[in-house]
């Protein structure tokens, strides 16, 4: 407000009207995207432009998220990795309450420790809040006792338990078991992330995740609570949703940090592997035509929907710009 004279151009009359009008009647559309109706007439050649660009424009977003968090834990590309493992355990409910648990809990302490019987499992545990009562059964209670001691070695402070989720879940999603899968995981492979960065093969990386929660959850969801008998393994959709959500963009991000082209291609490859997601955006693009073949394509999708089409970004998406100049 000093006065000064802002410059401003008059755009009006440089451009053909009809390319207005396109724009706003595209735009002005209330379907789940503004344009669903000329979604059939888009060709092979742009829809996969479109895909290869929002998959590009998701994989770098993700990367320097990744990068960030990197340079705060002093390029530790295993702790950095571990705490993203954790959030992705969460599945979505239980995302916050598990990277606050990774985030208080050093994976250095857990390599330290894991050689002793139980004690990644008791420092997961202690610090996510679900030891701080009397039990009846010998497996929590020893689990306390050894928490107790780490606790007093680390000077370990943990979340508060009420951060868990448990209602409207399916007990084999209830955090105790996502934490015995976890602990598993961290205890059979403490560097998980250089293991999946080096593999060539997609197919090595898998029985990597494909771990079992200790033995006295086969009979139990919650502590003191005994239930019928099912092993509690990893299934195929939380593997593939760790392999989307977490491995690949390491790997991708890997590929930023080191300037390595095989890195971030390997990770497009292994999306382009795996199967693709199933959610209810996805379900949606599938109701309107589009052909879903792998995991690659839908996270294209997911991109373009939660940050184009949801914020009517219609003139800056590929197939927005052709529609707006074809559109009668
Ligand atoms: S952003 Fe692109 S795909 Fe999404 S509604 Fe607009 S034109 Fe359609």
């Known amino acids: 407000m000093n006065g000064t004279q802002i410059p401003t151009v008059q755009l009006r009359g440089r451009y053909p009207d009809y390319l207005w009008n396109n724009f706003i009647q595209l735009i002005g559309r209330q379907d789940w995207i503004a344009c669903q109706q000329q979604l059939k007439d888009v060709d092979e050649e742009l829809w996969s432009t479109t895909i290869q660009r929002m998959l590009m424009e998701r994989l770098h977003h993700r990367s320097q998220y990744i990068l960030i968090s990197l340079e705060g834990l002093k390029n530790d590309w295993e702790e950095c990795f571990y705490q993203y493992l954790a959030h992705n355990f969460g599945f979505q409910v239980n995302s916050m309450p598990f990277e606050m648990l990774a985030r208080s809990l050093p994976l250095k302490i857990l390599r330290r420790e894991g050689a002793n019987p139980h004690a990644i499992e008791s420092l997961l545990y202690g610090q996510a809040g679900l030891l701080e009562k009397d039990f009846n059964d ?27 989720k448990f209602m409207r879940m399916r007990p084999v999603n209830f955090p105790t078991i996502r934490i015995a899968q976890f602990a598993e995981m961290i205890r059979s ?24 929660a200790n033995g006295y959850w086969s009979d139990h969801y919650l502590f003191d609570k005994l239930s019928t008998r099912s092993e509690k393994n990893m ?24 300037g390595s082209e095989s890195a971030r291609e390997k990770a497009l490859e292994f999306l382009f592997q795996i199967p693709a997601e199933d959610n209810s955006i996805i379900r949606k693009w599938s109701e309107m035509g589009v052909n879903i073949g792998n995991a690659g394509t839908s996270q294209a999708l997911i991109q373009l929907k939660q940050l184009h089409c949801a914020e009517k970004k219609c003139l800056s998406c590929t197939i927005g710009s052709r529609i707006i100049n074809t559109l009668s």
């Open 235 to 258: 299934g195929i959709h939380s593997i593939e949703n760790i392999l989307i959500n977490t491995i690949v963009p390491f790997i991708y991000a890997w590929g930023i940090f080191t």
């Open 138 to 164: 010998s497996y929590p209670t020893e689990l306390q006792m050894h928490y107790r001691h780490f606790q007093k070695k680390y000077s370990l402070t943990p979340i508060a338990a009420s951060a868990w």
């Open 189 to 212: 492979h403490p560097s998980l992330f250089s293991i999946a960065r080096d593999s060539e093969d997609l197919e090595n990386i898998l029985p990597l995740l494909s771990v079992q």
